[in-house]
């Protein structure tokens, strides 16, 4: 037996809506990009050699954050520029690129081989590195989330303490300027 379907104009223009779904739900990520500036008071620094716990140094004893930072983004590939002070007041400027799609980007250095793997969960990028220095590997975690109508950039960042000393937790709070 065969059977005449009919689709009303509005039936299938709610039908071409549906295919184009996952492509607009992909869109729907956060766009980080801009010129970001280190906010001491709101983040949470760990107590560490060379700061003072929350709101404490720009950087000092914290490895790996604290500095301006100007951000990137095309596609699935975050570009993250930060420029940090040192402890002998020189300006120094860390660039890394991130790419998106869940999947294992290895960059192979002199010191130490680095696997990223990061991608977008619910509007928040999550990013994994596992460092390899030699025999060891270190494995930090960080998720990446715009709060304040997009005007704030929360950085959250777990990485194993010294000497199997538990997990340290650092927020690194970023106003758009």
Do not use: C
């Amino acid at each position: 037996m065969n059977r005449i379907v009919k689709i009303s104009a509005a039936g299938l223009a709610a039908l071409a809506m549906l295919a184009v779904v996952p492509a607009t739900m992909q869109a729907q990520n956060p766009d980080l990009s801009g010129t970001w500036s280190f906010n001491a008071d709101k983040s949470e620094l760990p107590q560490t050699a060379g700061t003072s716990g929350r709101g404490g140094g720009r950087g000092g004893g914290l490895m790996g954050g604290g500095g301006d930072m100007v951000i990137a983004s095309e596609g699935n590939t975050v570009t993250i520029t930060t420029t940090m002070t040192g402890r002998d007041g020189t300006s120094r400027q860390r660039v890394q690129t991130i790419i998106a799609d869940g999947e294992e980007h290895v960059e192979e250095t002199q010191r130490r081989s680095t696997t990223t793997v990061a991608e977008w969960k619910d509007g928040v990028l999550h990013v994994t590195q596992t460092m390899g220095f030699g025999d060891r590997t270190m494995t930090t975690t960080s998720t990446y989330t715009l709060t304040g109508n997009g005007q704030v950039l929360e950085v959250v960042t777990e990485r194993p303490g010294f000497q199997g000393g538990g997990t340290i937790t650092t927020k690194l709070v970023y106003d758009k300027k």
